[in-house]
């Protein structure tokens, strides 16, 4: 069975950093792309980043380029995003989501809520 | 970047009717569109994928369709579970993937 295990949520000051990580389960993880989306409380998903499957290529939307960074260790089965110089705005659910290619997202965690505030 | 607009924002209908939820992108995206369920609290469900293709385990009342840049999820009889948002995605573009705004569809 596939499981997608998002942890390291949590409160955090305006300009504080956090890391999130995704445990991977049941596939084989260093086959697939990865992506991170978060939804911020009450509003609609929104793409994050996205990382191919050794690592080697990240990609990320313009609202997050150059504080966030997408990472995976694929001997650990785990991806990670580093968020650094938080604001306000990134208070939100994170969710990473497996790239099936084609079928785009096909599993996603359960989500961890980040909450960026003084 | 690709604006990914749906239409309506709210859909009112009751159960056992037939709906439709519109999807337009900003340049065509061919058949590179996804359609997620996404009920309170949980995660985005994965419902169509490549405008019209219906992902393993979902209901065959659910259907895609649509090309370049509009496309529609129908749900042919509305069923008591399906009462969520519902959301359309663009994969057209593998630098950036946008999501559209949201459809939420609600009892009468």
């Known amino acids: 069975e596939v499981q997608l295990v998002e942890s390291g949520g949590g409160l955090v000051q305006p300009g504080g950093s956090l890391r999130l990580s995704c445990a991977a389960s049941g596939f084989t993880f260093s086959s697939y792309w990865m992506h991170w989306v978060r939804q911020a409380p009450g509003k609609g998903l929104v793409w994050v980043s996205r990382i191919d499957s050794d690592g080697s290529s990240t990609k990320y939307a313009d609202s997050v380029k150059g504080r966030f960074t997408t990472s995976r260790d694929n001997a650990k089965n785990t991806l990670y995003l580093q968020m650094n110089s938080l604001r306000a705005e990134d208070t939100a659910v994170y969710y990473c989501?497996?790239?099936?290619?084609?079928?785009?997202?096909?599993?996603w965690g359960q989500g961890t809520l980040v909450t960026v505030s003084s | 970047d690709i604006q990914m607009t749906q239409s309506p924002s709210t859909l009112s209908a009751s159960v056992g009717d037939r709906v439709t939820i519109t999807c337009r992108a900003s340049q065509s995206i061919s058949s590179w569109l996804a359609w997620y369920q996404q009920k309170p609290g949980k995660a985005p469900k994965l419902l169509i994928y490549?405008?019209?293709s219906l992902q393993s385990g979902v209901p065959s009342r659910f259907s895609g369709s649509g090309s370049g840049t509009e496309f529609t999820l129908t749900i042919s009889s509305l069923q008591p579970d399906d009462f969520a948002t519902y959301y359309c995605q663009q994969y057209n573009s593998y630098s950036l993937i946008t999501f559209g705004q949201g459809t939420r569809l609600e009892i009468k």
């Open positions: 490549k405008a019209s």
């Open positions: 989501a497996r790239d099936n290619g084609v079928a785009k997202n096909d599993y």
